[in-house]
């Protein structure tokens, strides 16, 4: 039996009988047929609820999936990203994100050596700077507190600090004020440093390889923006820290070694949050929360290692994915947010879930014979019910949605929350069951409009709610959604903590960027239409 081709398996066949075979069912008779199914589809673990009924499944489908789960290793794979083995197999570095919020104290080996010393002393590092911003004994050169801390990353080095910076705002210091620059624009720099001062301004450099283009083009610019408001070159360094794999990147780029926070090549940059890119959140939220928020991670991590697969709930997300990509042709996932707070939840979880799983080639260098990673997109709710829900209600596609809440706001205003809460049930509701013409002719709905105001129903969800967004619970999640990415690379058989699809631009863009210039000749591989987009430009600017 071929198990790397997965489609070749047993357990996949199994599955696929199995989907023709209930092709017809409706979630809403499925739901008739099992007054209990909200409940037995429904597991709460770590204060996270899932409540995955409203996806067509039944409990031999689970059973099915479990087994396909099982014969493509899944046990033995957690064992061995766990156990520290290079399982990224294309760089050549074991995955140990995990190791960052690892309490257990016990050794993690790299190549014979315990990481965990080097995990905690940068972390203890970390901790001495954000309790020095926090009590305003961070001054700058010219002896003003650092107030307004500006992030220069891109990818995990932005989209996670970013995200969990809003995600935890309620806890947050209100007087720092905490700036996410990531594009190459150069509007992006210009307009967040407009109404700043250099007198109270700390960069933040966070790249793992301190070399990303548009982070190196940022810092530059930051240089420059602070030369030009009379910075002396000689105090320039009192106004950068760098988060990087590669301290001596920073340290020639002119940033202090005591401002250098390591962390290392093990830890993917969509994964790093909670390494040293979380700094800013620390200093936002203090070291206390920030490390709440590792322990909700941790916990999850156990969760993950520790519990049956039928009530794991990364497993179950993963293999509810699979059903829904590889047994229900899905091609999209839309993840909404019902929490403010939240709102660049979906954008973080599109670059972990994309760059893990958007694969085509197998562990053996094969080309996969079915579909890995959809596209992950999504927005907070209520927004998107009034924009694109339509689509997901009366559209032709089924698109599998995540719809993530909490019981309680940690705001005011109460009766909004009530409101939206009802509004993100309602919503899942109207998704699985829809509306039939038997129902609305009942209404008195007039029969030309009838065709109209149906709705098909039968379009799957997940509902994931915690009590309230805290640190830990936002740690739970994050790890949630990781190991759900990490499960689904296993059943796909991909790996995924490489990300080659990002080369070829970069490198493409390195030999554009003469020719733009005017600088280099038409190369005899250019493509005529970059040709023309290279010289349309260059005649405009002429003009
Ligand atoms: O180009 C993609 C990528 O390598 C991401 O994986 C990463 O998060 C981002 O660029 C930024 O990389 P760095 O932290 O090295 O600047």
């Given at each position: 039996m071929d198990r790397h081709n997965r489609t070749r398996t047993s357990e996949w066949q199994a599955l696929r009988q199995h989907a023709k075979k209930n092709a017809k069912l409706h979630l809403s008779d499925l739901f008739a047929a099992d007054p209990e199914r909200g409940r037995r589809f429904s597991v709460t673990a770590e204060g996270i609820h899932l409540d995955y009924s409203k996806h067509p499944v039944t409990s031999e489908t689970m059973e099915l999936l479990f087994r396909l789960a099982r014969a493509c290793g899944l046990e033995s794979e957690i064992d061995r990203m766990f156990g520290a083995e290079k399982i990224n197999e294309t760089e050549n570095r074991p995955v140990l994100h995990w190791a960052l919020r690892d309490f257990s104290g016990k050794a993690v080996r790299v190549d014979g050596a315990d990481v965990s010393p080097a995990i905690r002393q940068v972390r203890e590092r970390m901790t001495a700077a954000a309790e020095k911003i926090r009590s305003s004994r961070w001054l700058s050169p010219g002896g003003r507190p650092l107030t307004h801390i500006v992030n220069l990353g891109i990818g995990g080095s932005d989209l996670g600090p970013q995200m969990a910076c809003q995600a935890l705002r309620f806890y947050s210091r209100r007087d720092l004020h905490f700036y996410f620059v990531s594009n190459l624009d150069p509007t992006h720099l210009a307009e967040t440093l407009?109404?700043?001062?250099?007198?109270n301004t700390l960069f933040v450099i966070a790249s793992k390889t301190f070399t990303t283009q548009e982070t190196m083009a940022n810092a530059a610019g930051a240089r420059s923006w602070l030369l030009e408001h009379s910075v002396p070159q000689a105090a320039l360094s009192g106004h950068f820290a760098a988060a990087t794999a590669n301290p001596q990147a920073a340290l020639a780029f002119g940033v202090a070694p005591e401002n250098i926070f390591e962390f290392w090549e093990w830890v993917g940059g969509r994964y790093s949050l909670a390494s040293a890119v979380g700094l800013p959140v620390m200093m936002a939220i203090g070291p206390e929360r920030f490390t709440e928020m590792l322990r909700g991670y941790w916990n999850m991590d156990n969760h993950f290692r520790s519990s049956p697969w039928q009530t794991n709930l990364p497993v179950l997300l993963a293999l509810l994915g699979i059903w829904q990509v590889?047994?229900?042709?899905?091609h999209t996932h839309a993840v909404f947010p019902y929490d403010q707070y939240l709102r660049r939840f979906p954008a973080f979880l599109q670059q972990l879930e994309m760059e893990s799983n958007?694969?085509?080639?197998?562990?053996?260098g094969r080309a996969t014979r079915y579909s890995t990673g959809p596209v992950l997109w999504g927005e907070p709710g209520t927004n998107g019910q009034h924009a694109f829900f339509q689509m997901l209600h009366q559209g032709t596609q089924a698109v599998p949605c995540d719809f993530i809440g909490f019981c309680?706001?940690?705001?005011?205003?109460?009766d909004h929350h009530e409101q939206m809460l009802a509004n993100m049930f309602a919503q899942s509701r109207a998704l699985a069951f829809g509306r039939s013409r038997a129902g609305l002719a009942g209404e008195g709905i007039p029969e030309t409009l009838l065709p109209f105001r149906e709705f098909p129903g039968n379009r799957p969800s997940n509902t994931i709610l915690a009590e309230e967004l805290t640190p830990e619970v936002l740690g739970k999640l994050i790890a949630l959604y990781e190991h759900k990415v990490f499960v689904q690379g296993v059943l796909w058989n991909?790996?995924?903590?490489?990300?080659?699809?990002?080369e070829l631009g970069k490198s493409l863009a390195k030999k554009i960027l003469p020719r733009l210039a005017g600088n280099a000749e038409t190369a005899p591989d250019e493509d005529s239409s970059t040709r023309e987009l290279i010289t349309y430009c260059r005649c405009r600017r002429r003009q």
């Open positions: 407009r109404p700043l001062s250099p007198e590889n047994f229900h042709d899905a958007g694969k085509c080639v197998d562990r053996a309680r706001s940690l705001n005011p205003y109460k991909i790996f995924s903590f490489d990300q080659w699809g990002v």
